[in-house]
């Protein structure tokens, strides 16, 4: 058994309450113009900020701390549309049978279908695989301990950092992904969970209107109701109200229907409010 060894913690920062909110907001500013996007430019992107995105990802806690992913970056023409064709099979499948009709009505708002010309035209793709074991120091496998979860939270640092570095991406996840074992010489022993398409957005992209004609909003976390026991989180920010203003809901944007003080954090219950995310809060 291996002893523990502890040192000081010596990388936290600390920050004035006023600076965490501002630090916490600025972050939230930032993320909140993440975007899914589905038609790229065939521009090169530098290859050290692919390197960092990964190493930041590398940086994500995992189950026992073992670390169980694997991260293959693809630029090779020839390699690329090898995956688009393998992918396209799978795609194409599941839009014509495999999928339930359920599941195709929930993706009809996103207006995807069985062509992935993005996989070809994106200048980098980056495998993402999940090691189910590992070899351990003295070469003998391991068994590695929540896996899916420990490679979802890297890979959402690795998206939050391309975003950061001014990236876009997509979250591609053509069902079964075997085939990329093959393509990218992987081992059985693990699972291609996401194929993240990334680079930049071609100069006319658009994408689909969160909340539009079917689809769902993004939903506030807060202002939902608390369970027994749970910390209330029925607490909800409205913006700044310069010169006594009508506040705006935070998630939504719609205007409050009552005043509130400058104060930024109030309690939902006590404003009634014009917006569906508070009213239910
Ligand atoms: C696990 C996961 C799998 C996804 N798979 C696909 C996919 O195969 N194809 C696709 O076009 N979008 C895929 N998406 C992207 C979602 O459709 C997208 O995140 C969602 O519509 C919200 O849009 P937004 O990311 O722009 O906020 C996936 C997202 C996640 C988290």
Known sequence: MTSLVLEPLSTYRSYPPDEMVARARAFYEDIKRRRTVRDFSDRPVPREVIEYALLAAGTAPSGANLQPWHFTVITDQNIKRRIREEAEVEEREFYNGRAPQEWLDALAPLGTDERKPFVETAPVLIAIFGQRSSEGPDGRRVKNYYVPESVGIATGFLIASLHAAGLV???HTPNPMGFLNQICHRPESEKPYILLVVGYPAEDCTVPVHGGSRGRSRRSPLGSKAAPGAVSATWVKVSHTPCG?????????????????????????????CCPHLRSG
Do not use: I, Q
């Open 169 to 171: 991406t997509l979250t």
């Open 245 to 273: 203003a009508r506040p705006r809901c935070w998630a939504c944007h719609e205007v409050a229907l009552a005043t509130v003080p400058l104060v930024c954090w109030v309690p939902a219950e006590t404003l009634r409010l």
